[in-house]
């Protein structure tokens, strides 16, 4: 029933307010991860394609930028009060072509409705500086400027949240915006422009030019007009876009990967630690950049622990996430399922003790989707692979510890550094955690996902290049920051010279 929310057999680029077919005539299917069913055609535009959507963003950005800050936050006033309105049907198909269960599609979808009207309001802020000048009857401030047309590139595992991280901020400042979705999940961005399309968007201040990272994103990495690149996705990836980027002097902003620890004291609510490491290791499959994929226990509770997670584990139901009582979604594609086998063949090399999952279900009713088994790994040591290298998975390998110092240690003895978390009622250990844990976020008696809109999403080390997602910070990624000296004094002054 819920396919019939799915329109189109084929989708088409949307450039200069326009859906229009790519030059290529070529496609490729988008098969739902939870029963292999086609969705979807997805065209696989080219360098040309790019190139008309970054012309007509071009023109589309000089008006765009003129329009007061506040008109333009109405706009997306309209996207946020559009989206939810249509929050279920979105779901849905998110669901459908992502495969995360619909409960977190629905948590998805909200943070993009939360965006839209945070970003809104950002439309009356926008705030800049005023400051003293060195000089009599001088005013001296400091504003934010659009910077141009900007390129985002996003990725299948949160194909709208990411999206609206991204866009909003950058069309609320006055830019506009060429978007390259991930090509196993475009209908959310079909679904996203059809949104702005309806509440008003000028004509090519969006453009959305779907294919593949090779042929479209790279064209959108080279092109001379696009003055940002803001990317989430593989290290891989990112560290190549940087290169090229860097080669140009363009700006790029990268969010990557996590190999992020949830940390249990010798002192923590176990029940709730159990809940925090079952959420964040095995919702969305343990496909999030946040996703806790190692647990760094007191060797006081370790066994405690490993009882209370085997036991809740066993309720964990995997399935079609469309099922409200499905709790494991399926993996995206073959590929990932592939690479999350070979790591459990890695961490049994390696050593480690299997105590659950570590196989693939392709029986019954999960023959025909990529179905994963939550894993636990227990007795991994630190410098294991397993407990080093990012699965996508959801594979949790517990890493035991003897103290506080040590466990601080583990954690930030890791490539990445997004997310961390740690269970412990004292308060001492709490503040000091927070000081010391080397991520950009960090919790507190609680798992390594669920961030809010309103603060900045990002990480350290090898997770990303030093800019932010999300919150305030989202704008310094898609807004040049311009000084203006305004002298009322009327004759020529001149600062910098010693005036004594
Ligand atoms: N830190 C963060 O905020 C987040 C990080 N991630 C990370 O993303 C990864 C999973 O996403 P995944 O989609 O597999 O990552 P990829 O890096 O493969 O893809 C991300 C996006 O980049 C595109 N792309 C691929 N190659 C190129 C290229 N050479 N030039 C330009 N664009 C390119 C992809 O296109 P196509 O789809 O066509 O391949 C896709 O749109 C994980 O490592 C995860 O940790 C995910 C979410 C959040
Ligand atoms: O879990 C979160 O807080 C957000 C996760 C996310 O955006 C991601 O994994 O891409």
Redesign the pocket.
């Known amino acids: 029933m819920t396919k019939t929310l799915i329109q189109e057999e084929k989708l088409m680029n949307f450039i200069n307010g326009n859906w229009v077919n790519s030059s290529t005539n070529q496609f490729k299917e988008v098969k739902n991860p939870a029963n292999l069913e086609t969705l979807v055609r997805v065209p696989l535009s080219s360098e040309a394609d790019v190139d008309e959507a970054v012309q007509t963003a071009k023109k589309a950005q000089k008006e765009w930028a003129l329009v007061p800050a506040p008109q333009r936050a109405e706009v997306l006033y309209r996207v946020g009060l559009l989206m939810k309105e249509r929050k279920e049907d979105l779901s849905q198909i998110l669901t459908m072509e992502n495969g995360k269960v619909i409960e977190e599609a629905r948590g998805e979808v909200q943070e993009g409705i939360d965006m839209a009207f945070y970003m809104a309001g950002e439309g009356r802020r926008l705030f800049g500086q005023t400051t003293p000048s060195e000089l009599k009857d001088k005013f001296a401030m400091s504003v934010r400027s659009p910077i141009g047309v900007v390129g985002i590139i996003t990725p299948w595992?949160?194909p709208i949240?990411?999206a609206t991280w991204k866009s909003f901020p950058a069309i609320v400042a006055g830019n506009a915006v060429v978007w390259k979705p991930a090509t196993e999940t475009p209908l959310m961005a079909y679904e996203l422009a059809k949104i702005f399309e309806e509440a008003g968007l000028p004509k090519g201040v969006l453009n959305v030019v779907f294919g593949s990272g090779s042929g479209v994103g790279d064209a959108m990495v080279h092109h001379k007009d696009i003055r940002v690149i803001s990317f989430?996705g593989s290290n891989d990836v990112g560290r190549d876009i940087a290169a090229k980027c860097g080669q140009q002097l363009k700006k790029v902003s990268l969010e990557m990967g996590g190999k992020n620890a949830v940390i249990v004291m010798d002192d923590a609510d176990l029940s709730l630690a159990t809940e925090g490491i079952l959420w964040s290791a095995f919702g969305t499959s343990g496909q999030?950049?946040?996703a806790c994929s190692r647990v760094i226990v007191h060797e006081d509770v370790k066994e405690r622990l490993e009882e209370r997670l085997l036991a809740e584990m066993e309720k964990l139901t995997i399935g079609n996430g469309l099922d409200e009582n499905i709790k494991v979604g399926p993996i995206i594609n073959e590929g990932g399922l592939e690479k999350i086998k070979e790591y459990i063949k890695i961490g049994q090399d390696e050593g480690a003790k299997l105590l659950a999952g570590g196989y693939s279900l392709d029986q019954g009713e999960y023959r025909n989707g990529n179905y994963f088994a939550p894993t636990l790994f227990t007795d991994a040591t630190p410098d294991m692979r397993i407990a080093q290298e990012e699965i996508f998975g959801p594979v949790v390998s517990l890493i035991p510890v003897k103290s506080f110092e040590e466990a601080i240690e583990v954690n930030n003895g890791v490539e990445y550094g997004l997310s961390s978390s740690v269970f412990t009622r004292d308060v001492n250990r709490v503040f000091a955690a927070q000081r010391d844990l080397d991520t950009g976020i960090v919790y507190v008696n609680a798992g390594t996902?669920?961030?809010e809109i309103h603060l900045p999403f990002g990480g350290t080390k090898g997770t990303g290049n030093g800019h932010r997602d999300s919150g305030v910070a989202a704008l310094d990624v898609f807004t040049e920051w311009k000084a203006v000296y305004v002298d009322y004094s009327g004759k020529l002054q001149r600062a910098q010279i010693d005036v004594d």
Request: hydrophobic share 35%; proline share 0%.
């Open positions: 595992n949160f949240a990411i989430t999030r950049c946040t996902t669920g961030a």
